[in-house]
């Protein structure tokens, strides 16, 4: 079956850095475009960043430059390298796999790894 299993999550300080690891199983990953959203306590889940099957990316404007998505088709497994962490980048981080062709599509959804930026 389909799963996404996120970890890497964690308490970290200000400034500090953490690695999102994102692993797939049950679909053709390198056919799949990869994202990571985050859903803060009390807040809408928001779009974080987009990594295509060709490896183009996409970043929320308030995470470029600190924020770098990645991905391994070899392994089936996604990151997410965040650096310079501040503390309104605390959030639930989900992955998400998505495809469209033709008429079908497919959306998956990871459990999701809580990151907590504080001193």
């Known amino acids: 079956q389909v799963q996404l299993v996120e970890s890497g999550g964690g308490l970290v300080q200000p400034g500090g850095s953490l690695r999102l690891s994102c692993a797939a199983s049950?679909?053709?990953?390198?056919?799949?475009?990869m994202r990571w959203y985050r859903q803060a306590p009390g807040k809408e889940r928001e779009w974080v960043a987009t990594?295509?099957?060709?490896?183009?990316?996409n970043y929320l404007d308030s995470v470029e430059g600190r924020f770098t998505i990645s991905r391994d088709n070899a392994a089936n497994t996604m990151y997410l390298q965040m650096n310079s962490l501040k503390p309104e980048d605390t959030a639930v981080y989900y992955c998400?796999?998505?495809?469209?062709?033709?008429?079908?599509?497919?959306?998956?959804w990871g459990q999701g790894t809580q990151v907590t930026v504080s001193s």
């Open positions: 049950g679909f053709t990953f390198s056919n799949f475009v």
């Open positions: 998400n796999a998505a495809r469209t062709y033709g008429p079908r599509t497919w959306n998956y």
């Open positions: 990594i295509t099957s060709l490896s183009s990316t």
